[in-house]
């Protein structure tokens, strides 16, 4: 963690995401002295998490895990175990911290009583995760023509464009979810895909109330592409009105975003090949609709692919908490 003298007060963010682009925010956020709470879905029945879902009728374990080890602070070698993907069939693809997980809810009964261990394990030190729900849940996808999608990944891959969402069931949201929003400094909308991995966040009624309730200003970290299907020709104001409907107008005070123009190879790739195309910022648009807009380069290439750059998105988050708006 940076370090920027013991009295400092730790303030406290809620983060809601899922996933990798979460993932991707929390590596950096976590080196700077805030108290975080990671807000994940548990909707994912995909790979090894459905595998896993499917034989064991438990949550969805793979998006914890994945941003718990995001948080953690333990060594690499640790952090490769955790990783690590069984190749051969009886277990094949399950990563050790997915069973690892289902292990300790066969334990302890839920996540409540799991995650600490798991925390401790990884040696979280300045945060915790929490599901959005304790509940075994399925997302489904509302397409245009009414008809319905089951299932996360398969709402990931319909060539249908959605126009809703709602889950299987009623959910009973995590009690310290609605503590931590009621007590944060800040509230973060993180990037990430919209429909599957942000908005099954905000079609919770309980959710929804908590955030328009509470205190805290609530930042949005704009995605740096937009997805094919999802959020096609989309500028950053396009996102934000988009999260608005389900938040209520007025509801996004500040947006983090990049303003450098992406011209290399690899973006023209990701135009060409993947129909990705990076998502503008359109200042005026914004500034109409109230938002605060904190631009910067947010980029980096690492391994073969663009991704928020974790430090400086850490860093700009800090220094909006530290000085608010300049």
């Known amino acids: ?38 807000v994940v879905t548990v909707c994912d029945n995909g790979a090894s998490t459905g595998k896993l879902r499917e034989e064991l009728n438990i949550p969805a374990v793979g998006d914890i895990t994945k941003v718990m080890v995001s948080m953690s602070n333990a060594s690499e070698d ?52 929490l599901p959005l729900t304790e509940d075994s849940v399925d997302l489904i996808g ?16 319909s060539l249908s ?26 509230i973060i909308i993180s990037s990430g895909s919209l429909i599957t991995s942000i908005l099954p966040h905000l079609i ?9 309730n509470s205190k805290a200003k609530t930042m949005y970290i704009c995605n740096l592409f937009t997805q094919p299907g999802e959020t096609d020709d989309f500028k950053v104001s396009d996102h934000i009105k988009i999260l608005e409907k ?33 998502v503008e910022l359109d200042e005026e648009e914004l500034e109409k609709m109230g ?9 980096k290439i690492e391994d073969g692919y663009y991704r928020h750059d974790s430090l400086k998105v850490g860093y700009l988050v800090f220094s909006y908490l530290m000085e608010g708006r300049k």
């Open 291 to 299: 938002v605060h807009v904190i631009g910067d380069v947010l980029y």
């Open 78 to 129: 640790v952090i490769n175990l955790m990783n690590y993907r069984f190749k051969n069939q009886s277990v094949y693809n399950h990563s050790i911290k997915n069973l690892l997980l289902t292990a300790l809810l066969d334990m302890h009964g839920n996540f409540a009583n799991s995650l600490p261990v798991l925390e401790n394990i990884l040696d979280i030190e300045n945060g915790k995760v």
């Open 204 to 212: 919770s009624e309980e959710v929804v109330k908590a955030i328009q």
């Open 246 to 278: 389900y938040l209520g107008k007025n509801s996004i005070d500040i947006v983090l975003a990049n303003s450098k123009k992406m011209s290399s190879k690899l973006a023209l790739k990701y135009s060409t090949k993947e129909q990705k195309d990076p």
């Open 142 to 157: 509302i397409a245009e023509d009414g008809h319905e999608i089951y299932g996360e990944n398969q709402v990931t891959h």
């Open 1 to 38: 963690m940076i370090k920027y003298g013991c009295d400092l007060h730790m303030k406290k963010i809620v983060i809601f995401g899922g996933g990798s682009g979460l993932s991707q925010i929390l590596k950096g956020l976590k080196l700077f002295p805030v108290d975080i709470t990671a």
């Open 161 to 186: 464009k959605i126009k809703g969402l709602k889950y299987s069931k009623p959910i009973d949201v995590n009690p310290k979810v609605l503590k931590a929003v009621k007590e944060a400094d800040l």
